[in-house]
């Protein structure tokens, strides 16, 4: 891989991970880097770790107790170009920092029981961003930059559960754009959604490429292929490969690589 | 076939309610008939509840009652959800794992305690407590007011703790997810979320507290006086029926049935306010 222009955002590296009463690791030694502005996809059967491994990149696994981590998962501190383990984290506010600067758009779309404009507006207030104007004019921006600012822009007092499906995700994607992350983990986000919805999701995603690092868990073995620079292939808990999307899904070295993408099992 | 006798016995069944009510409505408002004619809307506000001589006639008025079951159930209620709501939060969010399950169990099994136990708690146990710290002489409002609320806490914590329950982890999580605290997802997601179930519980609370009579009869007093103070004794309705109807004649019976009717058309509001909300909830 000619890599030497591609700047590392994230590295998880040997992470072991298991879950409260599990008898072993669900993840057994990943490695994987995320390079910024490009999109890496995970890939990989049911069951596999990709979840697992997505949400430990932004801990959301630690609101539940009694999980075990073991390894490392590096993130690149903007000011100090340095990575920094985000395994060392503990106070409840370093987490929300590391939340905040590496988003999670789910399956489903999550729109908070509150208006259109409060679902964006909450994040930043959270932030503690107060200024009306600021605030608007943010909202806005983030708006446009999930595409669905047209269809809002006269309904933002409404309620944000009265929108399609498709619509609530995209509003979802604009809350997380909205606080200017650093990295955003999607986890198969159009998996609920409409061939239509599917396609604006998509073109949104390779759209904030440019100002977000993205890595993304998909089944969808072409939306993998038109989406992602990256892929990385897991199996029962281990990451089986990782190279260029392309060079995985035309030329995989490892033989159970092919053998997922070209649909002999999973 | 099955499906069809099914059908039309749970239709016949919902039937049946929707009559009993009407006929229950019914039958209050015809017994009702002689005490409104004699006393109309004066009956709300006069504190007078006297038989005449040798058991014709004489002034009723259920200003004392109606303001007694009012008053104690608007205490409880002051008390009772604050609480409720803190004990529902701590179980759904707070506490850790082993303990939430020995908790619930606590709260539910309070909630199914017979509510004449609760009277007898409060009268030989609390009334003194309340004594000391308040005085009065025991037994009034607030001590009534209070066991009303501690009887309607668990029932609260519980219905609140459930539609709390159904807020998604993927909400919460989403919250979590672009910065929010513990606090900031409950008040921000949890409570939004489960709104109608809340108000719903507080609603069906209020309902309980408005018509309990074995409690209320222990700790009221059971007197037929204005409570000058919070701690001073007075009566409410379904006590002054419980206590009344045994020796009472025409009138006073009629005026009881006034009572009963005011009773029962505010408990109906109420409870229909709730399942309103409930339903409410459904729709998203
Ligand atoms: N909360 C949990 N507790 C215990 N085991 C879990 C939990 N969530 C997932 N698992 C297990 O971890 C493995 C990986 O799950 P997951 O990461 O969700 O897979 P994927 O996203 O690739 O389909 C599965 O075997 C699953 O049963
Ligand atoms: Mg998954």
Redesign the pocket.
Known sequence: MANSELKKVMEVKDLFFT??G?PEP?LKGNNLPIYENKITALI?P????????LRAMNRIHDL?PGLTYKGKIDLRNQETGKMENILDLKKENELINLRQRVGMIFQKPTPFPMSIYDNVAYGLKLQGIKNKGELDGLVEEALKGAAIWKETKDRLKDSAMGMSGGQQQRLCIARSVALKPEVLLFDEPTSALDPISTGAIEELISEIKKDITVAI?THNMQQASRLSDFTTF?YL?DIIEFDETEKIFLNPSQKMTEDYITGRFG | MGGKLFRNFSFFSATLSFFLLVGIFAILFTYAQESMHTFGFDFLYTEIWEPGEDDEGGIFGGYIPIMGTLMSTLIAMILATPLAMGIAIFLTEIAPGQIVKPFSIAIELLAAIPSIIYGMWGLFYFAPIVQLLFGGNGVGLLTAGIVLAIMVIPFMAAITRDSMNTTPDVLKESAYAIGATKFEVIKDVIMPYSKGGIIGSIILSLGRALGETMAVAFLIGSVMTVPKVITDPTTSIPVLLANNFAEAQDLEISSMYYLALILFVVSFTVIALAKFYFFGRKKH
């Open positions: 879950y409260p599990a669900t990989g049911s069951g596999c770790g990709k979840s697992t491994l539940y868990v897991m808990g």
